[in-house]
């Protein structure tokens, strides 16, 4: 009877160690084939990884009746095991007192269901493979499946090789430890769990891609030179696995290309469970960027070497985590241009994505280099556009004509009666002394202009990096014997958004309000004189009626004269 009770307390002891397996680990030996441990291995965003694992059996026996009866040690030297069991700092003063393999299972009776005790004595086996049997390796993978023959019963770990190579989406199983019955086999679902990231970029709320509330989205449209701002999101799920983890590190890896400049402003919170975002501190040499010289494309790495020390109180990191980061940056002359009315265009040249780099395997011991994954990347867009223009004499077909003089305005004031319209909001650029102009920081007190000219040559005078909105292009000056051509409204209108699922690809759409973006400005030869209501001409009627004073005091004077004469 006695005995009796030793092995039916060793059976409860290792049904309360198979929960530390992974909690959705499902074990039916239903569907399961004899002498065969069938694992299939699901987490991340698809389930056809490549996984490796290692069965040990730690204790032998026959199953009957859900029980495993006349327990053995699986390995050759139960005396060592157990002197590095009671060696262990973590878990080895409960087995002070123990002598032998009843010890063992009274002990591990007295631990409670997923208790931090359990955990440890499963850690520990695990740390100690060569002191019990020898494993016996996967034996076949089929996608997400592996399949590991074992023909005795017995209790076994199983344990999931750590790739030599990062894998992305990828996490390690937790240990699985369980009764198993060869007569029937077992099919383990065996599921881990990683964390995801999403990259959003800020655009005025009225111009923000379609469904957007608050302007963050996928792709957004700024002027060169404007500063925005960039947000990532790093993202774990409530899931219990997240406990098992001795420290949880977390690497945002953010890659801005050539036409996007950083300039940093880096701020970040942290939400764990339902509670309130806080500041979380990231120190300064955690957070490091540097330019390619040859590319131009700026790598961004933010390192939170444990997410778990910002825990607090009761917080548990398996109730989830949200970490959010933002900083800022601006689109620089290298930005890709979206010129021309045209119906669609699809960018790329802008887009930048990032990837979060994260602790992969739960049972790292904190010796040696932890284990991590990577999530699959993901991208945002951001659009920019141009204005193309060409001055030309007399007619849309005449020669190039150089030297006139433009400025380009925000906002337009209609004239009341004879006065003419007004405009203000003077756009500021930067003369890149090829014909183009380059739209400037519009906060900038030196190192810009606000006035084209035309180019010798060529007549044109581009303007790169135009956000959606309205201008206007007025003539403020025409070359020497040319009539200065009316004001030109510009109009930039615009839909952008992701046009895949899988976030390799956006696509920037002009609506039909968009107008002269592509323009040829025509100057007219002849008479100088500016038009009707002009200081010109108020000259001129002055001038004229001058002349025509004159012309009269000569007439009576002559008159006078000649009346005098003839007296």
Not at 103 to 114: E, H, K, S
Not at 138 to 156: A, R, V
Not at 238 to 249: E, G, I, R
Not at 445 to 450: A, E, R, S
Request: hydrophobic content about 35%; glycine content about 8%; overall charge negative.
């Amino acid at each position: 009877m006695k005995k009796t009770s030793k092995i039916a307390a060793m059976a409860a002891a290792m049904a309360l160690a198979a929960t530390l397996a992974v909690p959705s680990m499902m074990m039916s030996a239903s569907a399961a084939t004899e002498n065969t441990v069938t694992i299939t291995s699901e987490q991340g965003t698809s389930s056809a990884k490549t996984h490796s694992y290692k069965a040990y059996k730690i204790f032998g026996g026959e199953v009957a009746d859900s029980q495993l009866k006349n327990i053995t040690f699986g390995g050759s030297d139960f005396s060592a095991f157990l002197t590095a069991l009671k060696a262990d700092t973590t878990i080895g003063s409960d087995f002070t007192s123990v002598t032998d393999v009843a010890g063992v299972a009274a002990q591990l009776a007295t631990y409670t269901n997923d208790s931090a005790e359990a955990k440890a004595f499963a850690k520990f086996v695990a740390m100690n493979t060569d002191k019990v049997a020898a494993a016996v390796e996967s034996s076949t993978t089929e996608g997400s499946e592996n399949t590991i023959p074992l023909t005795t019963d017995g209790y076994y770990v199983i344990i999931e090789d750590v790739p030599a190579d990062t894998q992305t989406d990828f996490a390690i199983t937790s240990y699985i430890l369980a009764q198993y019955d060869a007569s029937e086999g077992a099919d383990i679902n065996a599921k881990s769990t990683v964390p995801t990231v999403d990259k959003q970029v800020l655009d005025e709320t009225d111009d923000a891609e379609e469904g957007s509330t608050d302007g963050w989205g996928e792709t957004a449209d700024h002027a060169i030179n404007e500063t925005f701002q960039f947000k990532l999101i790093g993202t774990l799920t409530a899931d219990a696995k997240y406990d098992d983890y001795l420290s949880y590190k977390m690497v945002f890896h953010d890659t801005l290309n050539k036409g996007i400049t950083y300039d940093g402003g880096v701020a970040a919170t942290v939400k764990f469970g339902t509670g309130d975002a806080r500041t979380l501190t990231i120190a300064a040499e955690k957070i490091v960027s540097s330019t390619d010289a040859t590319t131009g494309v700026t790598t961004l790495t933010i390192t939170i070497d444990d997410l778990k020390a910002a825990l607090t109180g009761t917080e548990k990191l398996s109730d989830g985590a949200v970490v959010t980061i933002t900083y800022n940056a601006h689109l620089n002359a290298d930005a890709a241009l979206t010129a021309g009315n045209a119906v669609a265009n699809t960018g790329y040249d802008n887009v930048n994505g990032v990837y979060l780099e994260y602790s992969n395997n739960p049972n790292y011991t904190g010796s040696g280099t932890p284990s991590t994954g990577n999530t699959p990347n993901d991208h945002v867009w951001v659009f920019t556009y141009s204005v193309d223009n060409v001055k030309k004499k007399d007619s849309t077909s005449g020669d190039n004509l150089a030297g006139a003089k433009f400025k380009l305005f925000t906002t337009k004031t209609a004239g009341t009666g004879s006065d003419p319209d007004t405009y203000s909001g003077e756009v500021k650029l930067i003369d890149n002394n090829d014909g183009t102009y380059t739209v400037a920081n519009q906060t900038a007190t030196t190192g810009f202009v606000t006035e084209m000219v035309s180019a010798a040559t060529t007549g044109i005078f581009n303007i790169k990096g135009l956000d959606t909105g309205t201008y206007y292009l007025v003539e403020t000056e025409a070359p020497s014997g040319y009539k200065v051509a009316d004001t030109v409204e510009v109009v930039i209108s615009a839909t952008h958004a992701e046009t895949d699922t899988t976030g390799s690809a956006a696509q920037v759409t002009m609506e039909a309000a968009t107008k002269n973006m592509s323009n040829t400005v025509v100057d007219t030869s002849g008479s100088t004189l500016p038009s009707t209501g002009g200081m010109g001409t108020k000259l001129f009627i002055v001038c004229g009626s001058l002349t025509a004073a004159a012309a009269g005091i000569y007439l009576v004077s002559k008159k006078r004269a000649k009346d005098e004469t003839e007296e």
